[in-house]
């Protein structure tokens, strides 16, 4: 699986791109590797993709109210065990993308921004949010069994 974070320059968000480089049973995607992007395409709207963007839905949502532990994150300095502070990111958009492959070739993928609503618009996202974003994806296509 290939991961890239690619943060917004004066925007406080980022984009995550996830390439699919193994066949998934569970969701019918078998053939990833595609010799054009059109091919692409039928890959994108198929049933199992569209399973597969449902299920990374449900679990980004997830990880987003309850991020993977990072010691120099500040919401974990005081514990708050009301749930009542606001998620420190929120979900903007989340599709299927199509990846250019290291062998001339195409594979689906995900495409994800995650925004911070908190941060000063026109304002990079600081390093330890990138921090955070890099873990959410990496436990992403843990959960989802893209690794």
Not at 102 to 127: C, F, M, N, Q, S
Not at 137 to 147: K, N, P, Q, S, Y
């Amino acid at each position: 699986m290939s991961i890239r974070v690619i943060p917004d320059q004066g925007q406080p968000s980022a984009a995550i791109e996830i390439a699919l480089e193994k066949p998934l049973p569970d969701y019918d995607l078998l053939q990833l590797d595609q010799p054009t992007p059109r091919d692409v395409d039928a890959v994108l709207v198929s049933q199992g993709f569209r399973d597969l963007i449902d299920d990374a839905r449900g679990v980004l949502m997830d990880l987003l109210a309850h991020p993977p532990y990072q010691a120099s994150s500040p919401e974990h300095a005081n514990l708050d065990f009301t749930h009542s502070t606001p998620l420190a990111l929120e979900l903007t958009q989340l599709t299927g993308a199509i990846c250019p492959g290291d062998d001339e070739v195409y594979r689906p993928g995900l495409w994800i921004i995650l925004h911070d609503p908190h941060a000063k618009p026109k304002t990079t996202l600081p390093a330890a949010t990138q921090e955070r974003i890099t873990m959410i994806a990496a436990e992403l296509g843990r959960r989802l069994g893209l690794t």
